[in-house]
């Protein structure tokens, strides 16, 4: 048996509407047999589905290369469909035959293809308190069945499309989130099946969003623009092969619609009377606005990707009508009511119950977090908001009657970018899982359309160094590549012109800074994001194409740094974060006691070293060569300044010792002794952590590379303040902000920096990942190609299990603790990859491959017996050690 199978176009099964001139096939390869690598392939491009008329052939390609392949030779034109099909032969001439066909549809590849206008509701529309949501529609009529139908939409603020009355496409909060200056994503869909021969009516109801609503804080608003308008293009094929387009312009028709307000802070208002209210329709303005920003959408649309029931409906201390969702979730609650037309609802969305078990929005701060109903009356009506978020678990209910309280009436809708999971992680203790499950939980409320660093409060910006610190982790949990790749093209257009890179992207906080934060915006650790994140992406996807896409932004950032300060080796100047919220602090600062300095050198060499390795994966050896000086110069400088003669590092905190460790900033005796020091420092805390967001990603991982596994498991275990069970004890079904969020007795860290879900800390995935369950890769051989697996059992966990879903196929690895002491090492690799099989402990042990002595096994090839461990080295297949 072998197989074909995931057949993927940039990433994506049949995408429509995207504008990649030479887009990347990838695909998966299944077989029965142990060690099967492909070795040659075939593409094909055509027309049609019968591949009668080939518009690419590449012919037998002798190659084991299975992903990112490029479509050579097509020229691809605007809204057409590409055919393609791919088989493939491996090393026993074993062929797949023809993969199903899939294909990849263009979208408008020319901007002077719009020949929309922008259009927006008249000056003269009275739209209550200035707030209130216009709708847009063009009523038309064709005159013949449709053969197919295509729109290409998007706006300055959000847009919801109707035909003939129901939602077009599953996706919400569309256009996205760009940096709208300079890029704006249109989305397309396929309405063949909406439309119908005679009368229809088109509808865009649109809201503030990211464009025109409050973001960052003190009410700033209207950070793009302040006039809300939409363009749209629709092409209608006609069974007789005529073409119609209806586009947005004059002839269009704007009223007011029931929504009377809507903010992503802040909730939304309506008003369903007016639902029923005759309409004047008004025309629209065509209004004058660029084209030339307009990219097909590039990540995963944000949609509806669960549902969940509220688990209880309480009364606080102080009466309040509270729904307990049982999860920290994002998304907002539809619900269903029946009653008299006036009546108005009320629900206001918080995170937690105070220590009294009342409501508490404190942690919020300016955000309001409620919708507001104002029933139509009759029969029961069904209410979900429509350009507006939640961050919550608990829901206060106001102004419904207790016939209207029933739990069934109210469901909690989560949303986020529907990236496709990729991992899974269970341990024997259930206190990990429940770890696990709230990492998860963080990412899916702050991946909505940007990585942001908290879904609730008067923020939810995209903080670059909350993403970096995360990234890595969010691998394992879903595919990021697109989602990704749509973000660091925005932070390459909000890189400022000297390189630096904001606090957040997309910048909303200003080029020249705000109240706030003052210029320079570049804090050491958070513009980092501008190198960590492409590399990331490329090692595990192998995406090269973003790498080169980034390189100069790359490049920026690391010069940036150079130039900053007077020694081009140190980064010793300018404002940084720090090791961020770390418990080392100074009473009443936010900033651990890890020297910025020291930070910021060790940042700037890790970016460095990553920007000489991304030079050689792009082939630029002279740049490769200039950045490994540099690198060689600031490690140098770095001693020079904060690692004394005798090889102690004069910063005496966890995270100094851990980023010189994780960033192989110290070698030999000075190696020792920052593991030493860290040890000391950890023995003096009872092992509990001190680290803030810029050391707690490391920490774990760091212990188990240097020898000290143990102590990093005792980290993982500890269920007192600080510490990651800590939250877990106080129920977090999230990761919190703070480690002490809520205290001990009940009370809170603080009221304005309080966040329960804020997925930094959550980067202790990775090392559940990549150290517990051990599926690691050899950097060489990025997206797994050639994978490492090396579990490490510790005490505690009796056993650990999971997968990765890669870009060649699944990897599984999982072992177990017998009761008789033997280990059992379970590991697949996936067909067209290998692996390096590290057993831990295995040293002078009699070991067993699915029952052969191992040294028996022809499938194996044991290479080295160093340490304690002994390595394999393998191809694809599944493989049961046991010892
Ligand atoms: C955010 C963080 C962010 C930080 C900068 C906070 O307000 O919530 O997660 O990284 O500011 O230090």
Redesign the pocket.
């Known amino acids: 048996m072998f197989n074909i199978k995931d057949v993927r176009c940039e990433y994506k099964k049949d995408p429509i509407g995207i504008d990649v001139e030479k887009p990347r096939i990838s695909w998966k390869l299944e077989s029965d047999q142990r060690g099967v690598v492909q070795s040659s392939y075939q593409i094909q491009v055509a027309e049609n589905q019968d591949f009668v008329n080939l518009l690419w052939d590449s012919g037998e390609v002798k190659s084991d290369k299975s992903i990112h392949i490029e479509i050579e030779d097509v020229q691809v034109t605007s809204r057409r469909r590409y055919y393609y099909r791919v088989q493939a032969w491996n090393q026993h001439s074993e062929g797949t035959g023809w993969s199903d066909t899939s294909f990849w549809e263009t979208g408008l590849l020319n901007k002077d293809e719009w020949s929309a206008e922008w259009i927006s509701s008249p000056s003269d529309l009275e739209l209550m308190d200035g707030t209130q949501s216009p709708i847009l529609r063009r009523c038309f009529s064709l005159n013949a069945a449709i053969s197919s139908a295509r729109i290409y939409a998007t706006a300055l603020g959000m847009y919801n499309l109707q035909l003939n009355g129901q939602k077009i496409g599953d996706a919400y909060f569309t256009p996205g989130w760009t940096n709208y200056n300079e890029r704006l994503q249109y989305q397309t869909y396929d309405v063949t099946a909406l439309l119908r021969s005679g009368n229809n009516d088109i509808e865009a109801m649109l809201g503030n969003g990211w464009y025109k609503g409050e973001l960052a804080w003190s009410g700033a608003h209207s950070h793009y623009g302040n006039r809300l308008a939409l363009l749209f293009q629709l092409y209608v094929v006609l069974n007789d092969g005529t073409e119609i387009i209806i586009h947005s312009d004059e002839q269009w028709e704007a009223e007011a619609s029931p929504i009377l307000m809507s903010e992503l802070y802040h909730g939304e208002t309506y008003d369903a009377r007016l639902e029923q209210k005759e309409k004047t329709w008004k025309q629209v303005d065509v209004i004058p606005y660029t084209k030339d920003i307009l990219v097909a959408q590039e990540n995963d649309h944000v949609r509806i990707i669960e549902e969940i029931n509220p688990v209880a409906l309480v009364t606080t201390p102080k009466g309040e009508i509270v729904l307990d969702m049982g999860q920290n979730m994002v998304g907002w609650v539809r619900f269903s009511v029946k009653g008299e037309a006036g009546q108005k609802v009320k629900l206001i969305h918080a995170e937690v119950l105070d220590k009294d078990g009342n409501f508490y929005m404190d942690n919020i701060r300016t955000a309001k977090q409620t919708n507001h109903y104002i029933l139509k009356g009759g029969e029961i009506e069904t209410f979900e908001p429509h350009f507006t978020f939640q961050g919550f678990r608990y829901v206060q209910l106001i102004g419904f009657t207790p016939e209207q309280l029933h739990l069934e009436h109210f469901t909690g809708v989560v949303l986020h970018s529907d990236m496709e999971p990729t991992g899974s992680f269970e341990c024997s203790d259930s206190m990990i899982n429940q770890l696990q499950h709230n990492i998860l939980w963080g990412l899916k409320g702050n991946f909505l359309d940007v990585p942001t660093?908290?879904p609730q409060r008067d923020?939810r910006l995209g903080?670059t160094?909350?993403a970096q610190m995360f990234i890595r982790t969010s691998t394992y949990l879903m595919n990021v590549a697109p989602f990704f790749t749509k973000w660091l093209r925005d932070l390459e257009s909000d890189q400022a012109d000297d390189g630096g890179v904001p606090?957040v992207v997309p910048n909303v906080l200003g080029k020249e800074g705000n109240q706030h934060f003052p210029p320079p915006f570049s804090s050491a650790a958070?513009g980092d994001a501008a190198v960590i994140c492409p590399w990331t992406i490329y090692l595990v996807y192998g995406d090269k194409r973003l790498l080169e896409e980034q390189y100069d932004s790359m490049i920026a950032w690391v010069e940036y740094i150079r130039r900053q300060g007077e020694n081009e080796f140190l980064w010793n100047t300018g404002f940084h974060?720090g090791d961020?919220l770390a418990l080392d602090s100074k009473p009443d600062s936010?900033v651990g006691a890890t020297d910025r300095d020291y930070i910021a050198t060790a940042f700037y060499a890790y970016s460095t070293s990553l920007l000489q390795k991304t030079a050689m994966v792009l082939g630029k050896s002279q740049d490769a060569e200039q950045y490994s000086k540099l690198h060689t110069n600031i490690v140098k400088a770095f001693k020079e300044e904060f690692v004394t003669p005798a090889g102690r590092i004069s910063v005496p905190t966890q995270t100094a010792q851990l980023l010189a460790l994780m960033f192989e900033l110290v070698e030999g005796k000075a190696k020792e002794r920052a593991v030493e020091k860290l040890m000391d420092l950890l023995k003096e805390s009872n092992f509990h952590l001190t680290t803030g967001?810029v050391g707690t990603p490391y920490l774990n991982h760091v212990l188990s590379e240097n020898g000290q596994n143990e102590a990093a498991y005792k980290l993982l275990f500890q269920k007192d303040y600080p510490s990651w069970l800590y939250q877990v004890t106080k129920g977090a079904t999230t990761i919190w902000?703070h480690w002490d969020g809520i205290k001990e007795d009940g009370s809170f860290w603080s009221a304005d920096?309080n966040?329960f879900n804020?997925y930094?800390y959550g980067a202790i995935g990775d090392w559940l990942y990549r150290k517990v369950l051990g599926i690691d890769m050899d950097e060489q051989y990025p997206a797994y190609k050639k994978s490492i697996i090396k579990p490490l059992p510790g005490e505690g966990l009796f056993f650990a299990k999971g997968r990765l879903e890669t870009m060649y196929g699944t990897i599984e690895s999982s072992w177990t603790k017998l009761s008789d002491g033997t280990l059992e090492v379970e590991v697949t690799i996936p067909s067209n990859t290998t692996a390096e099989i590290i057993l831990p402990n295995s040293s002078g042990r009699k070991i067993f491959e699915s029952e052969l002595p191992i040294e028996q096994s022809n499938a194996l090839t044991v290479v080295t017996d160093s340490n304690n461990d002994v390595k394999v080295l393998v191809g694809s297949g599944n493989y049961l050690f046991k010892y």
Do not use: L
């Open positions: 660093d908290c923020e903080w160094g909350d606090f958070w974060f961020w936010y967001f902000e920096m966040s804020h930094a």
